[in-house]
């Protein structure tokens, strides 16, 4: 705006310039035989005011100019504003496809193979995925490690429950499993992975040999919810009959696990109880039984309306709803005691 006023006033005064070098010299230009004097100076008046007209035309001019400006300006302004939009949108859509690209990750991970691991990034369980900012809870499969001697598993992590990481070893929630299964069965595991399922005494076994935790959720017919935690959770080898062997109960469901602490495990056709009835026939299901129970998270799944028994075969827990009552949902899940979220 500044260089039009300057050259407003640069052809103003060009023009006056002009207008005086006439003024002087009128004869060279208009060549009339000996004007009068005062002719003269009603000619250089006409064109000072004439001059005088052409720079408020000008004036005018460079005012549209600058509204003309103005105008650009504010359409430079309008433009900005929708780039800015436009970049909005497309960070926006930036973001959706990198949580899009990470769900994608976990897949390709899922089949990942062993190939080239080294004992530093094996991946044990749902708490070295997690390490590996894998955090979204889900089903995953674990690659066979050479190193770790350890075959290929499909488990279900829980990434969000107190911190995350946690390897789930049972689920109870569906209710189309039968729980009351033989040795064979529990030590491979059985069921499916995002539904009612045993992970397998042997899997267990291996993944507890690194110090871990316990936890238990329940969910009664309610609604209502309560966990127990195990500081301190391992089971033996099958030669050791997968005994159990836990510590530090926390929690508000009651500690109705301690009274299966240091025995072995028992199914309908392997009586390991320290019972003369055989607790695993009675209670229709694999677990730690003592003589018999304090809680029997693999027993009979009965629904709403026969979920409370008159046997104490279903899946109970006594510190919190007693033996009689029949939990609506049940997960067990581990993690190493060092773990860090
Ligand atoms: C100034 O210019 C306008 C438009 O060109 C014209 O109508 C007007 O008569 C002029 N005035 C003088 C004093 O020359
Ligand atoms: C139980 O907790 C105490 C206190 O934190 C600890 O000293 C002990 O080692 C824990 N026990 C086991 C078996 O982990
Ligand atoms: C547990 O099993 C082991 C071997 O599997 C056996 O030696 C031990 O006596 C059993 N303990 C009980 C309490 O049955
Ligand atoms: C389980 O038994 C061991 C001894 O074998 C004991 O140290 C531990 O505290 C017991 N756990 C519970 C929860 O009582
Ligand atoms: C469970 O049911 C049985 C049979 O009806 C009864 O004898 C027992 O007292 C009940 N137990 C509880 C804790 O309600």
Redesign the pocket.
Known sequence: MAKVNLSVVVLGLTLLLLAETWAQNPRKRLAPPKPPKNQCCDEVR?LK??V??LT??LDEMSRKQETDLMSVVRQIMELDKQNRQQEARVTEAESKYSEINNRVEIMQLQTLQSATQTSSDAIYDCSSLYSKNYKISGEYKLPKDEFLGTPELSVFCDMETNGGGWTLIQRRKVGLTSFNRDWKAYKNGFGSIRGDFWLGNDNIFRLTRQPSVLRVELEDWEGETRYAEYGFFTVSNELNSYKLFLANYSGNAGDSLRYHNNTNFSTMNKDNDKCVDDCASLRKGGYWYNCCTDSNLNGVFHRYGQHITKKPDGINWYGWHGSNYSLKKVEMKIRPVDFQP
Do not use: D
């Open positions: 006409s005011v004439q005088a007209n408020s035309i």
